[in-house]
């Protein structure tokens, strides 16, 4: 199994930046995606960020295409996910989420932590 832990949330003001972390324990050889997701009280989940452990590929949504960053540490086995230009509808729970080399999904998720940007 895999664990992830996410830190870094909190407040920020509209405009302003703010940095998530999220740090894989456990079997991670088997890994091969880190990424994040967003879900509001009542909303599906959306797709934040992706990026490859070992290439470093990334991938992002369209709505923070352009204003956040995704990036690894592959020794640490952890993702960061720097938000910049953050908007009141970037408000929101951030979830970490991995899966293993080879699949199509996400195998493990993470606590979430909350993200609230301010006007």
């Known amino acids: 199994q895999v664990q992830l832990v996410e830190s870094g949330g909190g407040m920020v003001q509209a405009g302003g930046s703010l940095r998530l972390s999220c740090a894989a324990s456990?079997?991670?050889?088997?890994?091969?995606?880190m990424g994040w997701f967003r879900q509001a009280p009542g909303k599906g989940r959306e797709f934040v960020a992706r990026?490859?452990?070992?290439?470093?590929?990334?991938s992002y949504g369209d709505s923070v295409k352009g204003r956040f960053t995704i990036s690894r540490d592959f020794t640490k086995v952890t993702a960061y996910l720097e938000m910049s230009s953050l908007k009141l509808e970037d408000t929101d729970v951030y979830y970490c989420?991995?899966?293993?080399?080879?699949?199509?999904?996400?195998?493990?998720w993470g606590q979430g932590t909350q993200v609230t940007v301010s006007s």
């Open positions: 990026v490859g452990l070992r290439g470093g590929v990334t």
């Open positions: 456990g079997r991670t050889a088997s890994l091969g995606y």
């Open positions: 989420a991995a899966r293993r080399a080879g699949r199509g999904v996400d195998d493990f």
